[in-house]
């Protein structure tokens, strides 16, 4: 496999787009050799659906788009950013807050510790933030065929 993979895509911040995200998500790291039906690609799936979320319901209008990269670096890191255009940066809420929502990146943190990673927030130049959720590349890197089965 390459050094280096990179896939990029920039979705209207809708909520239709969430699952758009998702499924571009899995279908590249598919094409990638993740097997869809894995542990980590139901985290991987989880992490973006959360990311892609927050990116349509907590910009309030303010970003039109949201941009999904991700990259896996030498079959040892696997990168997943999504990138907003609304200035503010996400908030850690208070443990004792009873609420419904407002624990996406909770969650995130949560699942990407567990699997060994990490998550990030970074200012963009544009003034925006990208989330950056990184984790380790626990896939044998072989390719995948036509059909979507691992070759031996």
């Known amino acids: 496999m ?7 895509v920039t979705l209207p911040s809708d909520p239709a787009s969430v ?5 571009y998500v899995v279908g590249t790291l598919a ?17 973006i659906s959360e990311l892609a979320t927050n ?4 910009t309030f ?10 990259a896996l670096d030498r079959d040892e890191h696997l990168y997943i950013g999504v ?19 407002g624990r996406g990146l909770a969650i995130i943190r949560w699942l990407a510790a567990e699997n060994g990673g990490k998550l990030r927030v970074r200012p963009t130049r544009e003034g925006g933030k990208t989330i950056v959720v990184e984790l380790p590349w626990a896939v044998s ?6 059909a ?3 070759e031996p």
Not at 2 to 8: P, R, T, V, Y
Not at 31 to 47: K, Y
Not at 55 to 58: E, K, N, R, T
Not at 61 to 70: A, L, R
């Open 2 to 8: 390459a050094d280096h993979l990179e896939a990029s």
């Open 19 to 23: 699952s758009a995200a998702r499924a």
């Open 31 to 47: 094409e990638w050799g993740m097997p869809a039906a894995t542990d980590v690609s139901d985290t991987v799936r989880l992490i």
């Open 55 to 58: 990116a349509v319901q907590h």
């Open 61 to 70: 209008g303010q970003s039109p788009t949201f941009t999904v990269d991700i």
């Open 83 to 101: 990138t907003d255009s609304h200035p503010r940066f996400p908030r850690r809420l208070p443990a004792a807050v009873q609420q419904d929502n």
């Open 141 to 146: 890197a072989r390719p995948v065929t036509a």
């Open 148 to 150: 979507g089965q691992q």
